[in-house]
């Protein structure tokens, strides 16, 4: 999927949530761990520059993994033209805004 039709997704529908989930770490968050890490977060609730940079981020090639030395990965999850969406990213590249939008919890 091409970046410049994510970020147009984004800029047309504001109102759409992304959901985040907190994958690796040495609590072995995500799936098959005792502990989950995830939220949600509005694009309309986002300042104007972080909706921009969540924008660029959701237009990665999904085969693309982080590169970073972050001691986690963020899946972002979302909706497109019916079609389910999902693009991990580092923590590093991620607004505050959205990292502070993700919970722990026990399961």
Do not use: C
């Amino acid at each position: 999927m091409g970046g410049g039709r994510t970020v147009a997704f984004v800029a047309q529908r504001p109102d759409r949530k992304i959901k985040i989930e907190k994958l690796g770490g040495f609590a072995g968050f995500g799936v098959g761990a005792h502990l989950r890490s995830e939220g949600e977060v509005s694009l309309e609730a986002l300042s104007e520059p972080d909706r921009h940079q969540v924008a660029k981020l959701l237009g990665r090639d999904a085969d693309d993994h982080p590169d970073s030395l972050s001691r986690f990965v963020y899946r972002l999850s979302w909706t497109e033209d019916g079609k389910a969406r999902s693009v991990d990213v580092a923590e590093d590249d991620l607004p505050p805004s959205v990292v502070a939008a993700v919970k722990d919890k026990l399961v």
